[in-house]
C-alpha cells in the first residue's frame, strides 16, 4: 500500500487586471509561475489567508467581498515532493500594480486563455485557470 501524498491546503487568486489579463508570480529561485496566494494558518479561513497572502507577495489590498468563489482543486504541489496543493480559488478584479515582495520574484500579466509553452503549475494551468475561463 502506497502511503498517501501529504495536504497542503492554500488559497489561490485569480488577480484579473482592467484589461483582462491575469497575474502569475514566480517565486525566488524557482522558474514556475502560479496564482499568488499561500497556506492557511491554522483556523484560518480561506478568505482571510487569500487577502493575507496577496497583500504580503504584492503589496495589494483586496476586499474580500469582491471575491468571486471558483471552486476547490488538487494538483500536485509545484515546490514540494510528495504533497498535492488542495486550493480554495477565487477571482477578482484589480485596478491598483502588484509589487511583487516576500518570496515573489517576478509577477507576470498574462491572457488566461493562451499561456503558449510558459512554465505553469499544474494547479494553475489545468484547474484554477480553465475554471476562471469558464466562469466569466
Excluded at 524557482?30 to 504584492?58: C, I, N, S, W, Y
Aim: proline letters at 8%; zero cysteines; hydrophobic letters at 45%.
Amino acid at each position: 500500500m502506497t502511503a498517501r501524498p501529504r495536504q497542503i491546503f492554500i488559497a489561490a487568486a485569480v488577480l484579473v487586471g482592467p484589461d483582462g489579463r491575469v497575474l502569475l508570480v514566480r517565486k525566488r529561485g524557482t522558474d514556475v509561475f502560479m496564482q499568488p496566494g499561500g497556506k492557511l494558518e491554522p483556523g484560518e479561513a480561506p478568505l482571510a489567508a487569500l487577502q493575507r497572502e496577496v497583500h504580503e507577495e504584492l503589496g495589494l489590498a483586496v476586499d474580500p467581498a469582491t471575491a468571486h468563489y471558483l471552486g476547490r482543486f488538487a494538483a500536485p504541489a509545484a515546490h514540494e515532493t510528495d504533497a498535492m496543493v488542495v486550493a480554495e480559488a477565487f477571482w477578482l478584479s484589480i485596478q491598483s500594480t502588484p509589487a511583487p515582495q516576500a518570496e515573489i520574484e517576478e509577477a507576470l500579466w498574462v491572457d488566461p486563455a493562451d499561456l503558449g509553452e510558459l512554465e505553469l503549475a499544474t494547479l494553475s494551468r489545468h484547474h484554477i485557470l480553465p475554471a476562471y475561463l469558464r466562469s466569466r
